[in-house]
């Protein structure tokens, strides 16, 4: 079963806003990653955020963390064409031997 | 070339055969994995390696056989593959608890 539980499942904004994409997951974690996919290609690491963090700053991306409800929020600030993408939270469970849990990811389009 | 490659990245075959698509890392991580990635599903885990010659399941293994021979090198087999093991499969491999470096991936279709 998948850990991770991305939502909304479709973002649709304009270039400029801000994109905030939700994960909820179900069990304790070491952390939480945040993955891109782009058509057709591989996912890509975007920022890792540990179960003692509740916030981490990556150039315009802020993530936060709340152990307590068992969510984070990945934000993407003044968003632009080329961040159309799929976006993926994925969960490191204490306990799961480093295997990293997807969820079904977002679908983020940014209309130019 | 530093990095994680997959080969083939398109792969038709028949029902019935056995197919082998094969992951290539660079860095020496100890851990490496293969997802399988197919519409309304995300990633599912299918097996993993913690080192080499150590393998254990993921989620859906059913159908797939995994060896580790070697530290870089985590192929998995498809015995006799079906129409439902149509898909995109990644592999992936990472050190300990930090992040994940993916493949381009291998669109296998099976007819």
């Known amino acids: 079963s998948q850990q991770g539980e991305e939502d909304p499942q479709a973002l649709s904004i304009q270039e400029g806003e801000n994109a905030t994409m939700n994960c909820s997951y179900k069990t304790s974690i070491n952390n939480l990653q945040w993955y891109r996919q782009n058509s057709g290609r591989g996912l890509v690491h975007l920022i890792l955020?540990?179960?003692?963090?509740r916030e981490k700053h990556s150039g315009r991306l802020r993530v936060t963390l709340d152990t307590s409800k068992k969510s984070s929020s990945l934000l993407i600030t003044a968003s632009r064409a080329a961040d159309t993408a799929s976006y993926f939270c994925?969960?490191?469970?204490?306990?799961?031997?480093?295997?990293?849990?997807f969820g079904k990811g977002i679908t983020l389009s940014v209309r130019p | 070339d530093a990095g994680i490659t997959q080969s083939p990245r398109y792969k038709i075959t028949e029902t019935g055969r056995q197919v082998t698509l094969m992951c290539h890392q660079t860095w020496s991580h100890s851990y490496m994995f293969w997802y399988r990635q197919d519409l309304g599903h995300g990633l599912r885990l299918i097996y993993y390696s913690a080192a080499a010659d150590i393998t254990d399941k993921g989620e859906v293994p059913d159908g797939y056989v995994v060896s580790r021979s070697k530290t870089e090198n985590f192929p998995l087999t498809l015995e006799s593959a079906t129409r439902s093991q149509t898909s995109v499969y990644f592999c992936?491999?990472?050190?300990?608890?930090?992040?994940?470096?993916f493949g381009q991936g291998t669109r296998l279709t099976v007819v």
């Open positions: 955020i540990r179960s003692n963090e």
């Open positions: 994925a969960t490191d469970a204490i306990g799961a031997n480093s295997k990293l849990t």
């Open positions: 992936a491999s990472r050190e300990g608890n930090t992040e994940a470096f």
